[in-house]
């Protein structure tokens, strides 16, 4: 079991350097890709994708309105007069120009899940359609930000690193931490291996790789500056270990809620996309949020 998760992670940080050296329409289509899967596994996991076709009216309605979101995203980033960066005197109308493009899609998404709930009652249950239009919000939306940051920022191709750093590398760091010296268990119900101290590590670890990470690409590999120092850097860093750490753990307290042990078997050794990428998903909008803060 070790090696085959040691090896799918292998190819999994091989694909995500790709796919985000890539960028452009290929990093769309990816992220596309991973969020109709992940949505897939949650009708499953929450009860909208039910194993009766006439029952799969929302998870149609959710895979459809995830490949048009995905299209919206990408043109409303590419078509747009450029992305964010500190030497633009608009990049204040940059940044809200992206907000007002999330909100229409999320909006939009919401009122054609309204449309589906009347014109099928009583087809779909209410909490039913609750399910569907968290599940759509929680993965595909959140993952966008992953497009949203390499794409809309100025760098983007550098900071978007940032949501790795403080979702994979925190991880790696807490485990680290909590193998040598953890003792006191943070949420014994929801995942006992995890202590408060790998936690404090990992949190830690988050923001001496991101300070790290600030200073090296400046120094030796970026033709200009990030525009954010290494201290602001380490709190972003810190900031958004912590909240990967609560993405992760609500991902299990889901899975304790509704009896199951993976939500997928897509890859080896760590179950489904909403297995490997649940810190991920709720990381990557903070750290849009922290840039967007920073960088104007």
């Known amino acids: 079991m070790f090696w085959t998760r040691l090896g799918s992670g292998i190819i999994l940080v091989i694909l995500a350097v790709f796919f985000i050296l890539t960028g452009g329409p290929v ?27 006439e029952k799969h009216a929302l998870l149609y309605t959710g895979t459809a309105l995830t490949i048009l979101y995905y299209i919206w995203i990408y043109l ?9 960066s500190s030497a633009q005197t608009d990049q204040f109308c940059t940044a809200a120009y992206l907000y007002r493009a999330l909100a229409f899609g999320v909006v939009a998404a919401f009122i054609v899940f309204l449309f589906v709930y009347v014109f099928r009652f009583p087809g779909e ?28 920022f100025h760098m983007g191709n550098y900071l978007v690193w940032f949501v790795f750093l ?9 485990y680290a931490v909590g193998v040598l010296i953890g003792k006191h268990k943070m949420t014994p119900k929801l995942s006992p291996k995890k202590s408060i101290e790998g936690a404090v590590g990992g949190i830690a670890g988050a923001a001496l790789l991101c300070a790290l990470y600030v200073y090296l690409v ?40 509704y009896g199951i042990k993976d939500y997928g078997k897509l890859i080896p050794g760590h179950g489904g996309i909403m297995d490997r990428f649940d810190s991920v998903i709720v990381t990557a909008p903070l750290i849009f949020i922290g840039l967007s803060f920073l960088l104007i």
């Open 27 to 53: 990093l769309d289509a990816a992220l596309c890709l991973i969020s109709l899967v992940a949505y897939r596994e949650l009708g499953r996991a929450l009860g909208f994708g039910a194993k009766d076709k």
């Open 76 to 84: 409303s980033v590419i078509l747009y007069s450029g992305p964010l």
């Open 125 to 152: 249950h209410g909490r039913e359609v609750m399910a569907a239009c968290f599940s759509f919000l929680y993965a595909p939306v959140m993952l966008s930000f992953l497009f949203l940051i390499r794409e809309g």
């Open 166 to 174: 403080c979702s994979w590398g925190s991880d790696t760091c807490a």
């Open 218 to 257: 400046e120094r030796y590999a970026a033709a200009e500056v990030f525009g954010i120092s290494p201290g602001a850097a380490a709190v972003l860093g810190a900031a958004g270990a912590l909240v990967s750490m609560v993405g992760d753990l609500a991902a299990s307290a889901f899975k304790r809620d």
